[in-house]
């Protein structure tokens, strides 16, 4: 059974930086891409930005575009979220996401809250 853990979230100023980081671990790791989404309390939870595990292609979301970078390091089978240019409306809880084939893995979240 594969798990992901999320880290890195926390308080950051608006215009800040933070770095989120997505670990996998336990059972055969596969997936056909990985994916950050987040949520706001009351909300639905809204996808962020994908990478193609095995090709590295990239893909965000406008909100984001320009402003966050995804990345994945296979060897350590982590996923990593680089947020920069951080603004209030980034603030929710963001997890992580790991697409196979016949079943999705998901992350218990970080928090990540930006200050204006």
């Known amino acids: 059974q594969v798990q992901l853990v999320e880290s890195g979230g926390g308080l950051v100023q608006t215009g800040g930086s933070l770095r989120l980081s997505c670990a996998a671990s336990?059972?055969?790791?596969?997936?056909?891409?990985m994916r950050w989404f987040r949520q706001v309390p009351g909300k639905e939870r809204v996808w962020v930005a994908t990478?193609?595990?095995?090709?590295?292609?990239?893909y965000y979301s406008d909100s984001v575009k320009g402003r966050f970078t995804i990345s994945r390091d296979n060897a350590k089978n982590t996923v990593y979220l680089q947020m920069k240019s951080l603004e209030p409306e980034d603030t929710a809880v963001y997890y992580c996401?790991?697409?196979?084939?016949?079943?999705?893995?998901w992350g218990q979240g970080t928090q990540v809250t930006v200050s204006s």
């Open positions: 336990g059972g055969t790791f596969s997936p056909y891409s």
């Open positions: 996401n790991a697409n196979e084939p016949l079943v999705q893995y």
């Open positions: 990478i193609i595990w095995s090709g590295g292609t990239t």
